[in-house]
């Protein structure tokens, strides 16, 4: 089945910084979506973007999809950003496949 | 308030016993998926449904089993045979299988 990578891993920024979070997928997919997983677990929408790019305040994303990969640029960071970040690509065998995440840490 | 209920938000089961998370959403969804996380990992996907009385076995259905009597809801019901059940779980659902996914707010389940 398909494969979902993300990078980095783990990433630590001071506030006011820019970062982008990159997702590599195996296979071509009909759908991406780009999640923000805060402290009490919940699975906040951020994008939903099988193709081009949508921009929502100072975050952004971008789907390459024909070079199978997904960006999500987070601009003028703030404390509030920290937390788990997923992306989740929605195969033709009817269900998402979800990364590893990338741990953001936003420093005061 | 459209959206996706999961109750209870805490669960505590004793070893051997079997457990039923419930999922409701009123949004009117034909799709809906449980989700797995463990601790500092990714989410995996338990079971999913694609339409009323039909259901597929995800990447790690052994020891749950799924029901879907009606469109609004999807109970998980962790079972004996599984061997380490403590774990966060999350259900999702979409309007059709491809289209945006929506996530209630997950129930902890801890084996004591």
């Known amino acids: 089945g398909i494969q979902v990578e993300q990078s980095p891993p783990d990433l630590i920024l001071q506030e006011g910084a820019n970062s982008t979070l990159r997702c590599n997928f195996s296979?071509?997919?009909?759908?991406l979506q780009w999640f923000h997983q805060n402290p009490w677990g919940q699975l906040i929408n951020l994008f939903y973007?099988?193709?081009g790019t949508k921009q929502n305040g100072r975050l952004s994303a971008t789907t390459v999809a024909t070079e199978r990969y997904s960006l999500l640029y987070i601009s003028s960071s703030q404390t509030t950003d920290s937390g788990v970040y997923f992306c989740?690509?929605?195969?033709?065998?009817?269900?998402?496949?979800f990364g590893t995440g990338t741990r953001l840490k936003v420093l005061a | 308030d459209g959206g996706i209920t999961q109750s209870p938000k805490y669960l505590f089961r004793k070893e051997g016993q079997n457990v039923t998370l419930s999922c409701e959403q009123n949004?009117?969804?034909?799709?809906m998926y449980w989700y797995r996380q463990d601790p500092g990992q990714g989410l995996r996907l338990i079971y999913y449904?694609?339409?009323?009385?039909?259901?597929q076995k995800g990447d790690i259905a052994e020891g749950y089993s799924v029901s879907r009597e009606k469109k609004e809801s999807f109970p998980l019901t962790v079972t004996s045979a599984q061997k380490n059940p403590t774990a966060f779980y999350l259900c999702?659902?979409?309007?059709?299988?491809?289209?945006?996914?929506?996530f209630g707010q997950g129930t902890r389940l801890t084996v004591v």
């Open positions: 973007i099988p193709s």
């Open positions: 296979d071509s997919v009909n759908n």
């Open positions: 999702a659902s979409s309007a059709q299988g491809r289209t945006e996914a929506f």
């Open positions: 989740a690509a929605y195969s033709g065998t009817y269900k998402y496949i």
């Open positions: 449904s694609q339409i009323v009385n039909d259901f």
């Open positions: 949004l009117n969804h034909d799709a």
